[in-house]
């Protein structure tokens, strides 16, 4: 199983980006999925997840009703769309597949290389 995520950069405060993570190895439909962050000298924090049942999401409240996490489970392609950056966002994201206790905790068996947000005022 392999992660790709991709669409990071160095935007402005108030921008949108969306993130990519590309799933190989398994299906999507049959896995949950995570977003996690790593801003420089802080822990990783979960920012987003999808369950593979039903779709229900779940949210980091720092990042409710500006973030959204969807999935095309035909091109097993997970996505994270983020408005109204700022610069509190900036980190490295991380997707991860297939959370080995809940979907909020950083203990998945699959994780991605990371890419880049920046985020400047």
């Known amino acids: 199983v392999q992660l790709q995520a991709s669409g990071g950069g160095l935007l402005q405060a108030g921008d949108s980006l969306t993130l990519s993570c590309a799933l190989s190895g398994r299906a999507l439909r049959t896995t949950t999925m995570g977003w996690f962050r790593q801003a420089p000298g802080k822990e990783r924090e979960f920012v987003a997840g999808i369950m593979w049942r039903g779709g229900t999401t779940n949210y980091a409240d720092s990042v409710k009703g500006r973030f959204t996490i969807s999935r095309d489970n035909t091109k097993n392609m997970v996505y994270l769309r983020m408005n109204s950056l700022k610069p509190e966002d900036t980190a490295v994201y991380y997707c991860?597949?297939?959370?080995?206790?809940?979907?909020?905790?950083?203990?998945?068996?699959?994780w991605g290389q990371g890419t880049l947000v920046t985020v400047s005022s």
């Open positions: 991860a597949a297939d959370p080995r206790v809940n979907i909020r905790l950083a203990i998945y068996n699959y």
